[in-house]
C-alpha cells in the first residue's frame, strides 16, 4: 500500500486518491480558433517522464485538488502541495 | 401488481459478534455547512470541528471534512431555512447521512479490515474510505461513530456480516 499525502489531511492511503492528469496541461483559450493538434495534444498526449513527474491529485474523502512530486521509476511520492492560493 | 419485496433480502440494523455490535442509529440531525465554519460554530454553540477518529461526547459536535466544510451534528436545519445564511451555505444532512455505532472492544479491527489508515495518526478530515465507501468516522462516547449516505446502510451491513467478526465459526 502506497501512502500519498494531502496537503489538508496529511498521510493518507493511495486508494482515497485520483490521478487529475499532468501538472501545468492547461485547456487552450479560443475554442474554434485553436488547432487540431493544439487540442490532441491537451485531451490526450502526456508527458509520461521516466523520472519526476508533476501531477495533479485529487483526495476523494476531501476534495482537495493539490499537486504532486512522484518519482516514476521508485513510486516515490514527496508531500502534495496545495493548489489553492494562500493555503498551505 | 405483483409483489417483489421477496426479490430483494433486507439487511439487519444490527450486527452483534464477539465484542463488536453495529447498529444504525436513529436519525440524527446533521448539516452541512460550507464557508464560514468559525462563524457557523461560534453562533451555535459548536466545538471545534473534529478531525479523523478524534474523540467526542453528547449530542452535539462537528466533524471537519474539508478545508472549507464540515458537518455539524446534533443540531437540525428546515430545508427551508437552508442556503446561504451569514457566510456559510447550510443543507440539511438528517434524512442524506446515516449514523452507525460501533461498540465493543474489537470495534477497532472492523476499522482495520475497512480501511487502511494508521489510527494512531491525527488527520484534519474525519472523512475517509470505508469499506469503499467515503464516510465520516469518529469515537463516541467510548464507541465509534460512522456518519455514512444512508442509500449505502445496507451494503455496508452486508458487507460487516461478511467480516469474520460477525461470521459464525466453521462458516
Given amino acids: 500500500m502506497q501512502i500519498f499525502s494531502c496537503p489538508f489531511c496529511g498521510p493518507r492511503p493511495e486508494y482515497e486518491f485520483h490521478f487529475g492528469g499532468d501538472l501545468g496541461n492547461h485547456r487552450p483559450e479560443g475554442f474554434d480558433a485553436v488547432p487540431d493538434q493544439k487540442w490532441a495534444d491537451y485531451l490526450y498526449f502526456r508527458n509520461n517522464p521516466k523520472g519526476m513527474a508533476r501531477e495533479v491529485w485529487m483526495h476523494l474523502t476531501c476534495g482537495e485538488m493539490f499537486s504532486m512530486t512522484r518519482d516514476t521509476v521508485t513510486m516515490e511520492a514527496a508531500p502534495g502541495e496545495a493548489l489553492a492560493e494562500g493555503q498551505p | ?171
Avoid at chain 2, 35 to 53: C, I, T
Avoid at chain 2, 112 to 140: K, V
Avoid at chain 2, 146 to 157: A, E, F, I, N, S
Fill in chain 2, 1 to 171: 401488481m405483483a409483489d417483489r419485496s421477496g426479490f430483494w433480502t433486507t439487511p439487519p440494523e444490527a450486527l452483534a459478534g464477539e465484542g463488536i455490535v453495529v447498529r444504525l442509529l436513529p436519525p440524527v440531525p446533521q448539516i452541512m455547512v460550507s464557508g464560514d465554519l468559525d462563524g457557523f460554530a461560534a453562533a451555535h454553540g459548536l466545538p471545534p470541528p473534529l478531525g479523523l477518529l478524534a474523540a467526542t461526547a453528547g449530542p452535539r459536535y462537528a466533524l471537519r471534512l474539508a478545508r472549507n466544510r464540515m458537518l455539524a451534528v446534533g443540531i437540525g436545519l428546515d430545508p427551508a431555512a437552508g442556503g446561504w445564511v451569514d457566510g456559510a451555505a447550510l443543507t440539511p444532512m438528517t434524512g442524506a447521512l446515516a449514523v452507525i455505532g460501533i461498540t465493543g472492544e474489537n470495534a477497532m479491527a472492523l476499522v482495520a479490515r475497512a480501511t487502511a489508515i494508521d489510527p494512531r495518526r491525527p488527520s484534519a478530515s474525519a472523512a475517509l474510505m470505508f469499506a469503499g465507501a467515503t464516510a465520516a468516522l469518529c469515537r463516541h462516547d467510548g464507541g465509534l461513530r460512522l456518519h455514512l449516505d444512508r442509500g449505502l446502510v445496507p451494503w455496508l451491513m452486508s458487507w460487516c456480516a461478511a467480516t469474520d467478526l460477525f461470521r459464525a465459526p466453521g462458516n
